[in-house]
């Protein structure tokens, strides 16, 4: 379909890999240096279920405020439509 749609996709692929960096927020790192700190099992356990949380909490946030912004943005990125109306098209026939 062309640079065009390309470059959408390569815009949404990016904007994917910002919103996983900042879910993980540095829990990864913090597990690490808390894990070889003092290795005992239920410690890591404990550090990795409150890990676990914290991302989900974080990602359940940026995913929400994320697509309350995405309806702005949409129209403002993406303006042409045509080869969505192709698509429909095909359908049809």
Do not use: H, M
């Amino acid at each position: 379909l062309g640079a065009d749609v390309y470059g959408e996709f390569t815009f949404f692929i990016l904007s994917l890999k910002l919103i996983a960096l900042l879910s993980t927020a540095g829990i990864d790192t913090y597990l690490l240096r808390y894990i070889s700190d003092d290795p005992q099992e239920d410690k890591i356990k404990s550090l990795v279920g409150n890990g676990t949380i914290s991302v989900i909490f974080n990602s359940v946030i940026i995913c929400g405020i994320i697509y309350f912004l995405s309806i702005n943005y949409y129209n403002t990125f993406f303006s042409e439509y045509w080869y969505i109306i192709l698509l429909d098209t095909e359908e049809k026939q």
